[in-house]
């Protein structure tokens, strides 16, 4: 007997544990008045009949989809930077801001300042939130301790809400996301102490799946990011880069070079950038509520999808560049400045974005033996979600097979 059956759904789902590729990413599986059978936490049964369940849930015609999976994020800090809004009206930029000692550098104080427990309740209820928007897996970095002590303690947090929180939660190391004050004159003793210390203990520890870098004018170069991510892949972790999002230094070729499972952001990308992606195989993930805050150009998704590369969605959560967690924002954006069809945009935050972060096998689409990570939206179709922007669409949240909101 099925633990729940969710029954009169209208179903829209991607299907299959590998990303899509140019235009079959909006290839999807859509089929009215469809019972979805769950136990033991999987999808046990798809189709028009009504096994014998010990819960039945009345989708009421309403949409269902696969849970959204939020593939970049910067979850655990300290603090807020809600002063730096006056900034950027003024006409400071983001290297600005962050080159006065703000930005980046200004939530590394904070963050140093929190306790373990202020940041473990913090995160966690930046989750829950997420949760009731329909978001049931999100990867989440660190880098807001740049120092070892401090990026440990995020990376410990992300461990233990793994471990407590319904979220799925996978961990990124990022040490290297910005120089730190008393390395200005000498940033290659920080690239040192990554390198070192800081990714040895991540990997000792078993901290981190991932590592990534922000490879970026005025932060870290070429052969600085490459040493890094070299000596991180030789330690085990998967490789991310964030590439090309406000100066091409040639970040997207770096990713291929050193075999990175994504380049995030990608805003100033080129023709051979987008080469690259398609022929070493690397995901783009687009965070165009980051564009959108920052008032600056959109990456360009539909000229990536054209040349057959594969990209995901996030949100890019964090206290400077993209203070919103709403991966329902995302979606619209990426519809209305990529130019994207709901279809495509679908896939783009559930089952691309799930392979993005190592979760392809087992989540973003509704097929039988995934895990029944499953949002019920107020939304009578797939358009309709997409066109309703500025509230919360998730009407029924079922993660692991539990209704959780």
């Given at each position: ?289 980051t564009s959108f805050y920052l008032g600056k150009p959109f990456a360009p998704a539909r000229q990536m999808l054209d040349r057959g590369a594969m990209i995901a969605i996030a949100s890019d959560f964090n206290p400077g560049s993209s203070p ?60 309709y979600l997409f066109y309703r922007f500025g509230n919360n669409q998730a009407k029924t949240v079922i993660k692991n097979g539990e209704i959780i909101i």
């Open positions: 007997m099925l633990d729940l059956l969710i029954k009169n759904a209208h179903l829209a789902t991607p299907k299959g544990n590998s990303p899509k590729r140019g235009a079959m990413i909006g290839q999807i599986s859509i089929e009215k008045d469809i019972n979805i059978g769950i136990a033991d936490g999987k999808i046990a049964y798809i189709g028009h009949d009504a096994p014998e369940a010990a819960k039945v849930h009345d989708a009421e015609g309403h949409l269902v989809t696969p849970g959204l999976v939020d593939s970049h994020t910067h979850l655990v800090f300290g603090g807020f930077r809600q002063h730096e809004l006056a900034l950027k009206l003024d006409g400071a930029d983001y290297l600005e801001i962050l080159a006065a000692g703000g930005g980046i550098l200004s939530t590394v104080n904070a963050t140093r300042a929190a306790d373990f427990d202020e940041l473990y309740a913090k995160a966690g209820a930046f989750l829950d939130d997420m949760l009731a928007h329909g978001t049931t897996t999100v990867e989440a970095k660190s880098g807001y301790g740049l120092e070892t002590e401090t990026e440990l303690k995020q990376l410990k947090v992300v461990a233990k809400l793994q471990q407590e929180h319904p979220m799925d939660v996978v961990s990124t190391f990022m040490g290297a996301h910005a120089i730190p004050q008393k390395y200005k004159q000498n940033p290659d003793d920080y690239v040192n102490l990554v390198v070192d210390e800081m990714i040895p203990a991540v990997a000792q520890q078993n901290l981190a799946e991932y590592c990534d870098i922000f490879c970026e004018k005025g932060v870290f170069d070429i052969a600085q990011s490459r040493k890094i991510l070299k000596a991180a892949k030789s330690a085990g972790l998967g490789i991310k880069i964030h590439a090309n999002e406000i100066n091409n230094l040639g970040g997207a070729m770096l990713a291929a070079e050193v075999g990175a499972t994504s380049a995030e952001h990608m805003i100033a990308s080129d023709q051979s950038d987008i080469e690259a992606l398609v022929k070493f195989g690397i995901i783009a993930i687009l965070l165009p509520t919103n967690f709403n991966l329902q924002l995302s979606m619209t954006l990426a519809c209305l400045k990529y130019g994207l069809k709901p279809a495509e945009v679908l896939t783009a935050v559930t089952l691309n974005a799930a392979w993005a972060i190592g979760r392809g096998a087992t989540k973003g689409t509704i097929e039988e033996g995934k895990d029944a990570d499953i949002v019920i939206w107020n939304c009578p179709d797939l358009d």
